[in-house]
């Protein structure tokens, strides 16, 4: 089956900066890319996701890269504000069988200092 | 607005006994998932149903049983509940189509001691 891997796990960055953070995926086959954002004690709500034949989309500060051929995928982040601390998962949706459902990354630890 | 309800919202109780987490729906989606959530280990996947008379197995099913009552409503059991079934569950819908996101509901924080 999928397997989603997320970097870094936790990520500390200045009121202003960038932050990046990367997933790999195994199956070529996979043609869904989501990003969810966790605030603390609340429940996962979709940022921000990607289709397997588009290559970037933006929407504000925040913008998801796909690179098919090295099978991974970049949530960037610009201009961070402290209300964007929280925990970000990417996932990976493949196309056939038990394939077919999300597979999610293990979470990044976003914080943003003031 | 249409949403996601989980009932309850947290559960402490003892090793051995069967509990039953509940799912509801009023966004009108035809899938239904249930995940699990450790610290460290993002969102697994333990069931999930495409319909009433569709249920499937996921990555940590073992330990667990589900049922799908109506379109809006998918339950969550855990027969004989073990410490290590501690963690954060979350249920989520979706449309039925490959690029639909899935839609969580605010989570039930069960603890069995």
């Known amino acids: 089956g999928e397997n989603v891997e997320q970097h870094p796990s936790t990520l500390s960055v200045q009121e202003g900066d960038s932050a990046v953070i990367k997933c790999t995926y195994s199956d070529s086959a996979s043609n869904y890319f989501p990003w969810y954002k966790q605030e603390l004690g609340k429940r996962p709500q979709l940022i921000i996701d990607i289709r397997s034949n588009v290559g970037e989309k933006k929407d504000q500060r925040i913008a998801v890269t796909l690179n098919k051929t090295a099978k991974h995928f970049s949530l960037h982040i610009t201009e961070t504000q402290p209300e964007d601390s929280a925990v970000y998962f990417c996932?990976?949706?493949?196309?056939?069988?038990?394939?077919?459902?999300?597979?999610f990354g293990s979470g990044t630890q976003l914080t943003v200092l003031p | 607005d249409a949403d996601v309800t989980q009932t309850p919202r947290n559960r402490i109780t003892k090793t051995g006994k069967r509990i039953m987490l509940e799912c509801s729906q009023t966004?009108?989606?035809?899938?239904m998932y249930w995940y699990r959530q450790d610290p460290g280990l993002g969102l697994r996947l333990i069931y999930y149903?495409?319909?009433?008379?569709?249920?499937n197995k996921g990555e940590i099913s073992d330990g667990y049983s589900v049922s799908r009552q109506a379109q809006a409503k998918f339950s969550l059991s855990l027969e004989s509940a073990i410490p290590n079934q501690t963690a954060l569950y979350f249920c989520?819908?979706?449309?039925?189509?490959?690029?639909?996101?899935?839609?969580f509901g605010d989570g039930t924080r069960l603890s069995i001691l």
């Open positions: 996932a990976a949706r493949g196309f056939s069988g038990s394939a077919r459902q999300l597979t």
């Open positions: 989520a819908t979706s449309r039925d189509s490959t690029y639909q996101p899935q839609h």
């Open positions: 966004k009108g989606h035809d899938r």
């Open positions: 149903s495409f319909d009433v008379k569709d249920i």
